[in-house]
């Protein structure tokens, strides 16, 4: 059974850093392509992130986040992270990771975690 459970969610001031972890059980991190996304209060779920499988090495970000946000693995912990920097007041809202049913960043994901809670105060 493939589980993704998020952590490091919580209250960051605005210019800061934060971050994030999903913790993969049922299948290795790199094994398929994985997403980072993000829902604002009264806003549709984004995708802020998308890193294809080990195979593929490729890693994508959503504009606003490019260049701030760094998503990464860690193959020993069998985790993904996002490292969130200069963190902004559109940045939050509660961040799901997210596994795709193939080794590209394409389609829809089939696998969620439960999301974890990103508040920047300004």
């Known amino acids: 059974q493939l589980q993704l459970v998020e952590s490091g969610g919580g209250l960051v001031e605005s210019g800061g850093s934060l971050r994030l972890s999903c913790t993969v059980s049922?299948?290795?991190?790199?094994?398929?392509?994985m997403g980072w996304f993000r829902q604002a209060p009264g806003k549709e779920r984004e995708r802020v992130s998308c890193?294809?499988?080990?195979?593929?090495?490729?890693?994508y970000y959503e504009d606003s986040v490019r260049g701030r946000f760094t998503v990464s693995r860690d193959k020993a912990e069998n985790t993904m992270y996002l490292l969130m920097n200069s963190v902004k007041a559109e940045d939050t809202g509660d961040y799901f990771c997210?596994?795709?049913?193939?080794?590209?960043?394409?389609?829809?994901?089939?696998?969620w975690g439960q999301g974890t809670q990103v508040t920047v105060s300004s």
């Open positions: 997210a596994t795709y049913p193939s080794y590209y960043c394409d389609g829809k994901p089939d696998y």
């Open positions: 049922g299948v290795t991190v790199d094994r398929y392509a």
């Open positions: 890193i294809s499988s080990s195979g593929d090495g490729k890693v």
